[in-house]
């Protein structure tokens, strides 16, 4: 017999909340013939962003799904234990009403249904679906991206149930999918042909089903899970961008429950050969929602592909943003500039340069100065500062959210200050800072550098160098200051390097002596630089490049950067490299091959690129501000707050070929 089948889509949007299910009884009018009932199919009708046919709805972003003559519906029937595949039905121009948004159809019950008892109907459009025991699977593979008019099926699907002796009621569908909507702009003078794809890191990564090594995603719609069953994966489609035109361009997926991390846009050309794009999408904080359509811009400029935003301007180069700020300390990820800064206000604020030409957002950490970043193997930041009541203050972001801050307090009430900070390669924080109280008993007590590391959960604190002034009986005396701070690196089997400045004081009876250097201390070893009466010593960073530690010092007259080389017990500066110019330098940053210093030649901005020195005539820094170097790859940068505007900027190094 035929039952007549109503169903109707909203023409506005793609979003939908999910599945529902009804119960079907008995509405008036109703026409009776034999085994005849009529139902209605609802089509998703909720605001939102995403037709059976595609079309963009004018003046908006809204992708509307409508029926269209030649829509194929199946419909399948379950009774128990019993699942059949009832007559698949094809709409006629005829059965389309109101513009696409209404479709009325008829369709035979199987005999194998007892209408006299309850059952359920189960509907699908716009995917290929079988019954195999006592399962619907409806395949669910993601499709290439291809122009908007081109993706003739957007799979939408429903249940109801139907009561024993009824003969009207209603289907509601609901999207299984979601929409990647991607618009290309091609500005080059020739047109582009290209496959578009999104790419992602780790497999495990994926936020949408797609085939593997075990088979195509099958969704069930009894049971409303998906498995990997065998079968051929579809292939996508080459498309054409006209030169100096756009092509919209739409891909449905079927969300699992991951969140869309970090993606880039690839593009296969002609002859196998791909291009990336040179910006990337920051992962989502929540996961795709079934209904919704995503929309993605992108801008081919002939050599170049980067997403944009909807106006298709090209995105900032990473050394042309600027942020209101006076720099403190910077570091470098994996695409990205991390910087602690401060505005004048006495807080700590944290930001991020990204190479996508846009920053992360501010992060507020209250009161505080003298701030340091370093940023972990996962490209999560970890940032130190001195509070107002003087505790070294430690965060750390997990790429989600920053933590609660854990305080570092002195060992016998006194202040702390000065801290710097190093990540192993396990993630955890290794913390060299000035205790004026990190040990006491002497007969004047003075500030002592600290070494601190939570890789046991806690923070476990150990004195590295004790201050003091002790007398030691008549006019004897003896004492060791260490009043200019302390540096950290770790290297890549995680032992700790430190240098401070160190001053050593002597007196007796007939005279006195004075030695300054600067003192290095590992988890293994100690030494130091060269020993002068003179006050010719100051330090300035440490860094490790990969491959070996490298300290920034000033060495008697020169200031200059050295490897750190342990021997035995035994650590000592080897192969020193001079700053020529007459400088105060900031910070390093190096790789195996390249290291880079960043400060000031007087009040104007600093770099030295291996042997080559450069003073930006042209750039004054602000006064009590910091300066920065960092890397990102091969590319080289000195973050600096330039006083014309009070804003933090970055300098991209020019390497000589």
Sequence with gaps: ???????????????????????????????????????????????????????QEAGTKNITVKWKAGDVVQFFFKQDATLVAGTPVTLAETDITMEGKKAAFSLEVPTEIDEQSAFTVYSLHGAEASVNGGKINANVSPVGFKPISELTDVPVAGKVEVAAGASAGDVPLAHLGVLHCLTIRNSAEAEWVVTPALDFVNAEDAWFYRPDVAGIPYYDLVGETVEFLPGTPLSPSAVTVPAGGSLQLVQWVMPNTNITPEIWLTAQLTGDINVVSSNSKPARSTALVKGRAYHLYALWEGTSLNFTDDTFTPPLAIDELTLSGDLMHAADGS???????????????????QTSGTWV????????????VAVDRSDHP???????????????????????PVYIESNDAGACSKPDIDVDAGGNAHITYTDTRGQNGNYTDHPDIMYAVNSSGGFVKTVIHNGYYEFNGGADAGADYFNKGSYISVDGVGNYYIIAHHYAYWKWM??????????ITTNSATGSSSVSSADLYDLY???FNGTEVVALYKDYTANRTATIEVSAATALFTNPQDI??????????????????????????FTKYNTMENTESGVTVKTGTRVAAVNIGTDFFSVYTDNADSKIKILKIIIPV
Excluded at 580 to 601: F, I, K, W
């Design 1 to 55: 017999m035929k039952n007549k089948f109503l169903l109707w889509a909203v023409s506005a949007l793609f979003v939908i909340t999910g599945c529902t299910t009804d119960v079907i009884v008995d509405e008036k009018p109703v026409t009776v013939n034999g085994r005849k009932i009529t139902l209605t199919a609802s089509m998703p009708n909720e605001a939102s962003q995403t037709r059976l046919s595609l079309e």
């Design 382 to 404: 970890h940032v130190v500062f001195k509070t107002a009541d003087n505790k070294i203050a430690y965060l750390r972001h997990n790429g989600t959210a920053w933590s609660s």
């Design 335 to 353: 695409g990205f500039i991390g910087v602690v800064y401060s505005k004048g206000d006495g807080k700590v604020y944290y930001n991020a340069a």
């Design 580 to 605: 020529v110019t007459a400088v105060t330098p900031h910070g390093l940053s190096g790789t195996s091959s390249a290291t880079l210093v960043a400060g000031l030649a007087a009040s104007n901005l």
């Design 510 to 519: 007939s005279g006195t002596d004075r030695t300054y250097s600067i003192a």
């Design 361 to 372: 957002g501010e992060t507020d950490f209250g009161t505080g100065s003298e701030a340091r």
């Design 541 to 543: 960073d440490l860094e």
